[in-house]
Nanobody
Framework: QVRLVESGGGLVQPGGSLRLSCAAS????????MDWYRQAPGKRRELVAL???????NYLDSVKGRFTISRDNAKNTVYLQMNSLKPEDTAVYYC???????????????WGQGTQVTVSS
């Protein structure tokens, strides 16, 4: 019913930039918080950045000042601008959103398929 599709991952050198996008589609009445998680090999998935429906933002300490999350409610899309990338940012990045599919429903949790970000020289 609801699908999240990420794009924008890839290979970048240390110090470089990437912009991730995640577009939600399907039976959407409204979207609450949208966020980005990442999971590196052998590590637990961690919350990188979150943006609420009223545009409040929160960040993982290690990405503060380098990453910026934003959203376009008209397009049901969330972005993650990543600057000054470091090798330790290498991971699969996942988009997540809390979505209402109708006025009477509860929020459901939806995930994208993940996009690989590799920071290496």
């Amino acid at each position: 019913q609801v699908r999240l599709v990420e794009s924008g991952g890839g290979l970048v050198q240390p110090g470089g930039s990437l912009r991730l996008s995640c577009a939600a589609s399907g039976s959407i009445f409204s979207i609450g918080a949208m966020d980005w998680y990442r999971q590196a090999p052998g590590k637990r998935r961690e919350l990188v950045a979150l943006i609420t429906s009223d545009f409040s933002e929160n960040y993982l300490d290690s990405v503060k000042g380098r990453f910026t999350i934003s959203r376009d409610n008209a397009k049901n899309t969330v972005y993650l601008q990543m600057n000054s990338l470091k090798p330790e940012d290498t991971a699969v990045y996942y988009c997540h959103a809390q979505v209402l599919i109708s006025r009477t429903a509860n929020y459901g949790d939806y995930w994208g398929q993940g996009t690989q970000v590799t920071v290496s020289s």
